[in-house]
Structures are given as structure tokens and as C-alpha cells.
């Protein structure tokens, strides 16, 4: 499945892999070369977890790479009267009687726990593009879901806390 990202997401990822290029990656092979000089690799803690964090970074790199490479660009553009990326929505929730507060991102910057909701989630779905006042069916699986009515849309901006998700 290919990731859709904005283009400040684009950015952030480059800015991860060049980071984890020039710096990370120079550190992590230093701390190898350093763990070796230590003697016996058979018994060597230091040596086994500095190649475990060199792996991680490589493997890390090889992740942000595919997705950028695989990656649909998206407009985090949206209209005022609209839910869109990165729109800051409130939602009752008619089943439980409360109202919740949730951003829309896009998928890799996704955290439920902190308010993000992802425009792939079953709610993200189906609320992108809805109005204030419109009520709209979260399908969460075939046997359940249920209502919601957007009651307040405010169109904020990425934030720098937002995060790339790990993998």
C-alpha cells in the first residue's frame, strides 16, 4: 500500500534520513569500531548492541527510503467549511454522549493516544471532506459502527511535535 503524504511530511523524512546519514550512521560505526578494539567478539556486549544500533539506523534508512519512493503526494489544502489534513475536528459521539477532540493527519504522523487521527482510520475516512452540522456513520469493521456529528472545525497547521511514525 502506497503512503500518502503531504509535503512537509516528504520533507521531514528527508530531513530524517540525512540526519541519520551524516550523523547517526558515523556514530554508530565509530561505536562498533570501538566496541571491536575491546578483545573477544564472542563475549562482547558493547560490540553486539553497537551492531545492533548500526543495523537499526541501516534498517531505519531502508524504511524512509521505500516510503518516499512509494509515497502518493497529497494537498494538505483544504476548504474552510470543510474537514481536511491537519483540520483540528470536533465530534460528538452519539453513542457514548461526548463530544472528542481529534487532528486529522496523514498515516505516518498517526497517534490516537495524543488526538491524531489518521485520514486511513475508519474515522478519518469517514469524516474528510464533511461540513459542521453533518452527520456522518464511522464504519469501524462489518458488524459495528457508529454516529458521529462534526460539530466544530478549525483549520490548524502542522505541528513541529508531530512525529514520522516508527515502524
Known amino acids: ?3 500518502r503524504l503531504t509535503k512537509s511530511d516528504v520533507k521531514k ?3 530524517e534520513i540525512e540526519h541519520r546519514k551524516l550523523v547517526v550512521r558515523k556514530t554508530a560505526i565509530e561505536a562498533v569500531k ?3 578494539a575491546h578483545g573477544d567478539l ?3 556486549f558493547e560490540y553486539h548492541a553497537a551492531k545492533k544500533d548500526k543495523n537499526q539506523n541501516e534498517s531505519r534508512i531502508r524504511y524512509l527510503e521505500r ?3 512509494n509515497a502518493v503526494i497529497v494537498d494538505d489544502s483544504s476548504r474552510e467549511d470543510e474537514v481536511g489534513i491537519n483540520n483540528t475536528v470536533e465530534l460528538y459521539i452519539e453513542e457514548d ?3 472528542e477532540v481529534y487532528r486529522l493527519v496523514t498515516s505516518i504522523r498517526g497517534s490516537s493516544l495524543n ?3 489518521s485520514i486511513e482510520s475508519p474515522l478519518g475516512k469517514a469524516i474528510i471532506g464533511h461540513k459542521v452540522n453533518d452527520r456522518v ?3 469501524v469493521n462489518d458488524d459495528y459502527g457508529y454516529y458521529a456529528v462534526i460539530k466544530k472545525i478549525e483549520n490548524t497547521q502542522e505541528e513541529e511535535s508531530d512525529h514520522i511514525r516508527s515502524y
Do not use: P, V
Request: charged residues 45%; hydrophobic residues 35%; negative net charge.
Open 34 to 36: 570501538e566496541a571491536r
Open 42 to 44: 564472542s563475549e562482547n
Open 137 to 139: 456513520y464511522i464504519r
Open 13 to 15: 523524512i528527508e530531513e
Open 67 to 69: 516510503m518516499l519512493k
Open 115 to 117: 488526538g491524531l487521527i
Open 1 to 3: 500500500m502506497k503512503d
Open 97 to 99: 454522549d461526548e463530544t
